[in-house]
């Protein structure tokens, strides 16, 4: 069974939420993600999303668009990204690793090509930004011949026909986006996005995972208690990044203590 | 004769086009499909935009024989579709009319665009201001400081310029922030894209508002030249000059459709924007198409001496256009398009934008092969007059510039006596 599947139905089964820390491999250095990651494990992650940076971010904010600049400019890649995710996996064979990131990488590697790679590489979701799921039937039939789970967004703006929809063809989870703008966009509405949460489990026979506007371990709080998982990227990307900027090297342990602390909160 | 319906209800040309965006721009794009095939043939949406189209633009731009030049050159006869005769100078504000009427039927009383030489930016401004709409343009901040002028343009118009400094901080840019805005703000705001590029309708729906070009073009040769052009040819940015001339001629066989890359100081230089001939297929905002990019998919910087050719990406009809070979796409380089400006200048009296320059440069090429008795007809996108910085430099001319204001871009903040005499003295 695909790990995502195995960690959502452990978790329900303690009644705990799932805590999903969003990362961009490569920043703040390409040797940075690998310890990052087993930090991330280490302080409680249930999922680990792994930002592949691409040149045109559209739907991020100035944080992420930073981070994939200094990403690229260090070199990453989308093949580098599957060999990091291929080191993790050497010794850790539980935590269910999510790649997040644009079309155009995975078009330029061949998308059967990048199936059966990040498949290899040990990968469990692949979140395309701009895949729509009227543009990833053929993509999503992909991704499952390989037991590859393909992760859709979903907006305040996404109409019960649009949910059903994404409904017919995501595993893993669902990324409910939960406001009107782009990664680590102001405020968030707790009372509108209990509403939507609500109306979305109707419809979706998946967990619903919540991001975009969750910053700390009092927003992570709050949205746990109506949502199955929270994603968390922005803060802790500008946090890893003030760390290492500090002090090359200690991003990693700033990430375990950071997300360690939001852990703690959740499970309040 | 087979007929040409394209795009597909989901807005793919063959393999090309598409809605490649986030989920949070769907119901947005949903809502202006439903709005656009409302009131594309509504009588009344028609009748206002063909009447500021007239009475605001000045249309029909006139096609005018470049009979000196034709002369000269000893080939085919040369037309030119005078579309820098338009207000605020160029194609642009066709599409721009356009979108603002609809904007204007969808209650949306803000609009954003993204701009790269300025002439879409000065074109939205434009007409932001002539139907009292917010306007605010994002420009790549490297692109602000090349085209102060229309910077300066767009706030005269009442427009609120933001520089974008993410990226390469030119056109692409641009777009992705205009994106970003638009996701943010959708309730209120309507986004005019300046080309036939992005997320379906867009390809389509500025195609269509450009094509009054071509159908103007098919009405008026016939009286021109006595017949049909052989070839027409456009320059090629994001391709919407192109789109506008060609669309109406496509299901005539007989005509050849020429699109004119920037082939920047070389196609094999690696300092280029001609995604068509170097390009390969990938995503790119909100649509499939052909761009230039590196082995990982990274999108890549571009270069042309005219900002507008300046883009990584391209329509995606053109794409499909080039697949099928029903268009042919060539490039021009810098110094041919250069070349072209003066000798338009020189022997027709007309300046053209470094962008229809390109196109220029290669009827010229073509006609000097051709017998006389052959027409090709050039869509002249837009009058020059924002390129006079640009040129006189490429010429080692210092292009005049006011004491104060060449001090003020040496960052002196109050320029004494001397300082003044000295630069003018240079
Ligand atoms: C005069 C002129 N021609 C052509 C272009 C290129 O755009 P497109 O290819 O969409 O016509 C521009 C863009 O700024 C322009 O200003």
Redesign the interface.
């Known amino acids: 069974m695909n790990r995502i599947n195995s960690t959502f139905t452990a978790l329900k089964t303690n009644k705990r939420t799932a805590l999903i820390p969003f990362i961009t491999a490569g920043d703040p250095s390409i040797e940075s993600t690998l310890p990052t990651m087993h930090a991330l494990a280490k302080a409680g992650a249930d999922v680990i999303e792994l930002g592949v940076p691409f040149s045109d971010p559209m739907a991020d904010g100035p944080v992420i668009q930073r981070s994939s600049e200094r990403a690229l400019a260090k070199g990453m890649s989308l093949k580098k990204v599957l060999a990091v995710v291929a080191e993790f996996r050497k010794t850790n064979a539980t935590t269910p690793v999510v790649l997040m990131g644009y079309a155009n990488p995975i078009e330029a590697m061949q998308r059967e090509h990048f199936v059966n790679a990040a498949a290899d590489a040990g990968v469990d979701g692949v979140l395309v930004v701009d895949y729509p799921p009227e543009e990833a039937d053929d993509f999503a039939a992909m991704l499952g011949k390989r037991d590859l789970a393909p992760i859709f967004l979903l907006a305040p703006t996404s109409t019960s026909e649009r949910i059903a929809a994404v409904g017919r063809l995501a595993r893993g989870y669902v990324y409910y986006v939960s406001l009107r703008g782009v990664t680590g966009a102001g405020h968030l509405d707790t009372v509108e996005v209990a509403a939507k949460v609500g109306e979305i489990k109707k419809i979706v026979p998946v967990p619903v995972g919540v991001g975009f506007g969750i910053r700390d371990g009092e927003t992570a709080r709050r949205v746990g208690k109506v949502a199955d998982a929270v994603v968390i990227g922005s803060a802790l990307v500008q946090g890893m990044f003030g760390a290492y900027e500090k002090s090359a090297g200690d991003e990693a342990k700033f990430a375990e203590q950071w997300l360690s602390a939001v852990r703690r909160s959740l499970d309040a | 004769m087979n007929l040409y319906d394209l795009p597909d209800a989901?807005g793919h040309f063959g393999q090309y086009g598409?809605?490649?965006?986030?989920?949070?721009l769907?119901?947005?794009l949903d809502d202006l499909k439903a709005h656009y095939a409302k009131y594309q043939h509504d009588a009344e949406f028609r009748r206002e935009f063909e009447y500021e189209l007239k009475h605001f633009v000045g249309r029909p731009s006139p096609i005018y024989h470049a009979k000196r030049w034709s002369e000269q050159l000893g080939g085919a006869q040369i037309y030119l579709k005078r579309e820098d005769l338009n207000h605020t100078g160029a194609h642009k504000v066709n599409n721009c009319i356009g979108q603002a009427l609809l904007a204007k039927r969808l209650g949306k009383p803000r609009v954003i665009a993204e701009t790269g030489a300025g002439q879409h930016g000065v074109a939205t401004a434009t007409v932001a201001a002539r139907y009292g709409l917010e306007c605010v343009v994002y420009m790549g901040s490297e692109d602000v400081k090349r085209q102060a002028q229309n910077v300066y343009r767009m706030k005269l118009l009442g427009a609120t310029v933001v520089p974008v400094e993410?990226?390469s901080k030119t056109l692409?840019?641009a777009?992705?922030e205009a994106?970003?805005d638009w996701?943010?703000?959708?309730?209120n705001t309507f986004y005019i894209i300046g080309t036939v590029a992005g997320p379906h309708p867009y390809p389509m729906m500025v195609r269509d508002f450009q094509s009054i070009i071509g159908e103007e073009c098919i009405a008026q040769m016939p009286e021109m030249a006595g017949r049909q052009p052989d070839a027409v040819l456009a320059c090629v940015g994001g391709g919407s000059n192109a789109m506008g001339i060609f669309y109406p001629y496509i299901n005539h066989e007989n005509v050849r459709l020429i699109g004119v890359e920037a082939a920047g100081e070389g196609l094999d230089s690696g300092k280029h924007s001609a995604s068509l001939t170097k390009g390969?297929?990938?995503?790119?905002?909100?649509n499939?198409t052909y761009?230039l990019?590196d082995?990982?998919?990274?999108?890549?910087e571009t270069h042309s001496v005219s900002a507008g050719l300046d883009y990584p990406g391209v329509g995606p009809e053109h794409a499909y256009l080039k697949d099928i070979g029903r268009a042919e796409y060539v490039g021009i380089t810098d110094d041919e398009a250069l070349k072209a400006f003066h000798e338009c200048c020189r022997i027709e009296g007309i300046i053209p934008a470094l962008e229809s320059s390109h196109a220029i440069a290669y009827a010229t090429k073509l006609a000097a092969t051709m017998s006389k008795d052959k027409v090709l007809l050039v869509n002249l996108s837009g009058r020059g007059d924002k390129d006079m910085h640009t040129v006189s430099m490429k010429s080692g001319l210092s292009f005049y510039c006011h004491p104060e204001c060449e001090l003020g871009r040496h960052a002196a903040a109050s320029p004494n006596k001397e300082q003044i005499v000295q630069l003018l003295k240079r």
């Open positions: 989901r598409g809605t490649f965006v986030a989920e949070t769907i119901q947005a993410s990226g692409k840019d777009l992705n994106l970003r996701v943010t703000n959708v309730d390969v297929p990938g995503v790119l905002h909100g499939r761009l990019q082995e990982n998919g990274q999108i890549i």
